[in-house]
């Protein structure tokens, strides 16, 4: 098992209720040249989470942090007009709670952040440190 000590939260980027899939968000990272998906987790609109990178892997979602982090991606992030805007569901932000404390279990001491702690972006479109 690799050395984790961050748990890294970003957001797709999408539009509020536009459905995007871990085969879509593969895809653009392989377009941006990655080998595969960054992140290890996606947490779907209905709150499904889906399986992205393998987390024996370091992931390719935080320039400077990969070695040592996972990544979680929920879908939204941004309203109609691409401006950031926290548009979690319900369903995502139970999700995103009971992954995070199940990884903060398998990765004791791991820290949670969110992307914009890291690099000059809006990421993950709410603030991180206080929910966590």
Known sequence: MR???????????????????????????????????????????????????NE???????VGHNAKSIGICYIGGVDNNFKPKDTRTPEQRIALKELVAELQKKYPGATVHGHNEFAAK???????RKEF
């Open 56 to 62: 024996l892997k370091a992931g390719a979602h935080t």
């Open 3 to 53: 050395e984790v000590n961050k748990i890294i939260i970003h957001c797709s980027a999408t539009p509020e209720g536009r459905q995007v899939s871990v085969k879509d968000i593969d895809r653009w990272h392989r377009e941006r040249k990655f080998s595969e998906i960054g992140y290890h987790y996606v947490i779907y609109l209905n709150g499904t989470i889906q399986k992205g990178r």
């Open 122 to 128: 809006a990421c993950p479109s709410f603030n991180v």
